[in-house]
């Protein structure tokens, strides 16, 4: 199983981006699909998950700026991002697990965000 996360670039404060991830070979009953972001010198964190049933957690500080999504026939979650901030920069992982608690990350994409 493998993910590919892409969309990530340079946008300016204030821009907008959508991040999306797509899982190619075997894989099923997917509970948990998001997207978690680690900045330079700093621990990966959270930054919002969607369940099967679409039950959502986002990071405090990025509620109401981001919202996830995902697509269950193109095995696929989506990450969009507004009112970007440069506190935002960060590599951005997507995370799926099934549902035997099994973890399978994307390689990351780069998000800057200029001042």
């Known amino acids: 199983v493998q993910l590919q996360a892409f969309g990530g670039g340079l946008v300016q404060a204030g821009g907008s981006l959508r991040l999306s991830c797509a899982a190619s070979?075997?894989?099923?009953?997917?509970?948990?699909m998001g997207w978690y972001r680690q900045a330079p010198g700093k621990q990966r964190e959270l930054v919002a998950t969607?369940?099967?049933?679409?039950?959502?957690n986002y990071a405090d500080s990025v509620k109401g700026r981001f919202t996830v999504s995902r697509d269950n026939a193109k095995v696929s979650v989506y990450l969009r991002m507004n009112s970007l901030k440069p506190e935002d920069t960060a590599v951005y992982f997507c995370?799926?697990?099934?549902?035997?608690?099994?973890?399978?990350w994307g390689q990351g994409t780069q998000v800057t965000v200029s001042s």
């Open positions: 070979g075997s894989i099923f009953s997917i509970n948990i």
């Open positions: 969607i369940t099967s049933s679409s039950r959502t």
């Open positions: 995370l799926m697990r099934d549902s035997n608690n099994r973890s399978y």
